[in-house]
């Protein structure tokens, strides 16, 4: 049964960059039918997609994210990474990691909850 | 840009009413739509995916239905465990993934 969650810092400075990780158990993230993908949820506000990233290593940014966005693979670790770079309040939030399959998230880590501020 | 809304933005009922929410795309999104129930502090639960199809292992009291623009997620009866906020998301080629912006149902 795959598993993910998410790991990194809960409180990060503003203008600093904040890097989580997703570390998948119970499985393998090779394989080119999944996007291995964060969400976020912002306090008071419905879910937002950040990105997805293939085994091929092609990626997938939203529009509004992706001059600060960044999203790798390891492979060997069973892990996927997200880097956002210059961090603002409007960035605290609770982040997710998940697979998707067939345009669908079906499995979720619990999220890690991440606030900016100084 | 596609848009989703979720109608209503929330929702009060009782054990055993049935229970209707709708989303509303802004464009034709054919039927790349699934259905979450979030639940604070818990990972986000895949309920229902292409519009009307169950995921494994979702109580059959959950339904989805639509297509193009407008689709209906319902609760047949609806139990205590079904305390939630309840978003959908769609797929398209232009936008990838987009949520609606949920509702939140009290029992």
């Known amino acids: 049964q795959v598993q993910l969650q998410e790991s990194g810092p809960g409180l990060v400075k503003p203008s600093q960059a904040l890097s989580l990780t997703c570390t998948v158990s119970?499985?393998?993230?090779?394989?080119?039918?999944?996007?291995w993908s964060w969400i976020r949820q912002r306090p008071g506000k419905g879910l937002e997609w950040i990105g997805s990233?293939?085994?091929?290593?092609?990626?997938y940014y939203s529009p509004s994210l992706r001059s600060r966005l960044t999203i790798s693979m390891d492979t060997w670790k069973t892990q996927f990474s997200v880097t956002l770079n210059s961090l603002t309040a409007a960035d605290t939030a609770v982040y997710y990691c998940?697979?998707?399959?067939?345009?669908?998230?079906?499995?979720w880590g619990q999220g890690t909850t991440v606030t900016v501020s100084s | 840009d596609i848009h989703l809304t979720q109608s209503p933005s929330s929702l009060s009922a009782s054990v055993g009413d049935r229970v209707t929410i709708t989303c509303r795309a802004s464009q034709n999104i054919s039927i790349w739509l699934a259905w979450y129930q979030l639940k604070p502090g818990k990972a986000p639960n895949l309920l229902i995916y292409k519009a009307s199809t169950l995921h494994r292992g979702v109580p059959s009291r959950f339904s989805g239905s639509g297509s193009d623009t407008e689709f209906t997620l319902t609760i047949s009866s609806l139990q205590p465990d079904d305390s939630a906020t309840y978003s959908c998301q769609l797929y398209s080629s232009f936008a990838l993934f987009t949520f609606g912006p949920g509702t939140k149902v009290d029992i």
């Open positions: 998940a697979r998707a399959v067939n345009h669908t998230f079906d499995i």
């Open positions: 990233i293939y085994y091929s290593g092609t990626t």
């Open positions: 119970g499985g393998s993230i090779i394989g080119g039918i999944y996007a």
